[in-house]
């Protein structure tokens, strides 16, 4: 291998990056794929936190200080049933499938981060400096959401915040670069296209060792090339380069998507936390998040003999045992439960009380119920309370849920009733339902 007899050039030169792999090729290509599946995550995102009904305040809101960043927020539809689902799954497990794609753009344009002078303009300066927020932002956003769906809520309380105000930093950095960028990128994926890209032999020269890459000019007259001008030998072509990142892509997906899929799928999950086994089998054998025991609830309190529902409404305040519940009208719907970590359940068959019917035992026409407020026996911990708006109290799907799957509920389930309704975040569908507070949100 030749080494040059002088001192090793420093990090601002370009001749300190040897890999012969950076090139507009290689970071046009990865840049493609983030500005595609950035857009998707952001848009996935926001709709997942308008899942949440976050301008039902005080109680879900987790960003009151959001102001005009809330600007799009609208009542979540109950409508498909499937719909947070699918998009909490699809944000989440793209999130993680784009984790090597990501690193692999980042080291394709480090030598930029050494660049000297750090500016050479003012409108450089502030093109550097978007460049910060993008690259801090990403980081950002890709390290709190990997740790809020692996280490179970690291940062108490404060996740959504951090996740959503960091969105939309990010988001704006990432705009400003694609719209400065990818007029590049675009002429950089024509020009290039099958020739200094693929690194790919020359024909009939199948078997001989990757040619060195040609020199191409600079992307624009004002920014250094990312070819490097003292490229060590390679041991890998572009193309091989991006199939390692893809590899790597397609490994981290095959073992995250199981995770929302019921059964022998699960089991495939092997990277998420709510992957392999099922917590069982039988009627109550699907996922748990947080056990009766880990919330402090004990059987005592849930005894047919101690436990009563509160339901309040402007007619006054009711009072119902496990076994007065189990006498009103109840209704079954299929409902899968959808965490935001990314994981959820197939349908499983709720049967219940409606949510309605219940609005109207305390004054209120069912087809008129308000929004509702729902508190949980647990005194400890996230998730104690929970509201859900007038439109998903309203749909007939919505229950106060008494048995799962033909059986009573389990502890771990919520017994003695839990809510759930379609299309809401697994966060929405309280366990050990203790009060239902119709039309007053406290
Ligand atoms: N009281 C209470 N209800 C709760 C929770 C909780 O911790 N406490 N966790 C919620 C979350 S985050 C989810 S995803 C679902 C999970 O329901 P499961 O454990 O029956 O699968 O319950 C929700 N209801
Ligand atoms: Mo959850």
Not at 54 to 68: A, F, Y
Not at 70 to 79: A, I, Q, R, V
Not at 192 to 212: H, M
Not at 253 to 275: E, I, K, S, Y
Request: net charge positive; proline share 11%; aromatic share 10%.
């Amino acid at each position: 291998m030749a080494r040059s007899p002088r001192r090793w050039p420093p990090p601002s030169s370009p001749a300190f990056w040897r890999s012969p792999l950076r090139g507009p090729w290689f970071t046009s290509v990865l840049g493609v794929v983030l500005l595609a599946g950035i857009t998707v995550l952001f848009v996935t995102g926001l709709l997942s936190y308008a899942a949440y009904n976050p301008d039902l305040s005080p109680v879900n809101d987790k960003t009151p200080d959001k102001g005009i960043l809330g600007f799009y927020l609208f009542s979540w539809p109950t409508d498909p049933y499937w719909l947070y689902r699918l998009n909490q799954g699809v944000h989440v497990t793209l999130g993680i499938t784009l984790v090597p794609v990501l690193l692999a753009k980042l080291w394709s344009v480090v030598p930029r981060l050494f660049q000297m002078p750090p500016a050479r303009s003012l409108a450089h300066a502030l093109e550097r400096l978007s460049l910060l927020l993008l690259v801090g932002g990403a980081l950002f956003e890709f390290v709190t959401g990997v740790l809020n769906i692996q280490l179970d809520y690291v940062f108490p309380g404060s996740f959504y915040p951090l996740h959503f105000y960091g969105a939309w930093v990010f988001f704006a950095a990432f705009v400003a670069h694609v719209v400065l960028r990818a007029p590049t990128a675009v002429r950089n994926l024509r020009r290039l296209r099958g020739s200094e890209g693929a690194s790919a032999p020359p024909p009939g020269a199948t078997g001989s060792p990757p040619s060195p890459p040609p020199v191409s000019p600079p992307v624009s007259a004002a920014e250094p090339s990312l070819v490097s001008p003292n490229p060590a030998e390679p041991t890998v072509s572009r193309r091989g380069a991006l199939g390692l990142v893809g590899g790597g892509s397609l490994l981290l997906f095959a073992t995250t998507v199981g995770q929302n899929f019921d059964g022998p799928l699960r089991a495939t999950a092997l990277l998420a936390p709510h992957g392999g086994a099922e917590p069982g089998s039988g009627p109550a054998g699907f996922q748990i998040n947080k056990t009766a025991a880990s919330r402090g609830i004990s059987a005592a309190e849930t005894s047919e003999e101690a436990w009563r529902l509160a339901v309040t409404g402007p007619g006054g305040t009711v009072r119902l045992s496990r076994a007065d519940l189990l006498r009103l009208p109840l209704n079954s719907s299929a409902l899968p439960i959808a965490c935001v970590e990314g994981w959820s359940t197939s349908d499983q068959w709720w049967r219940g009380v409606r949510l309605r019917d219940l609005a109207a035992l305390v004054g209120y026409e069912a087809d008129a119920a308000p929004d509702v407020l729902v508190e949980s026996l647990q005194r400890r911990g996230a998730f104690r309370r929970a509201a859900l708006r007038a439109n998903q109290v309203r749909d007939p799907r919505s229950l106060l849920a008494l048995d799962v799957n033909g059986e009573p509920l389990t502890p771990d389930h919520g017994y003695p009733a839990r809510v759930i309704a379609p299309a809401v975040p697994g966060v929405l569908n309280t366990k050990w339902v203790a009060r239902m507070t119709f039309g007053e949100l406290r």
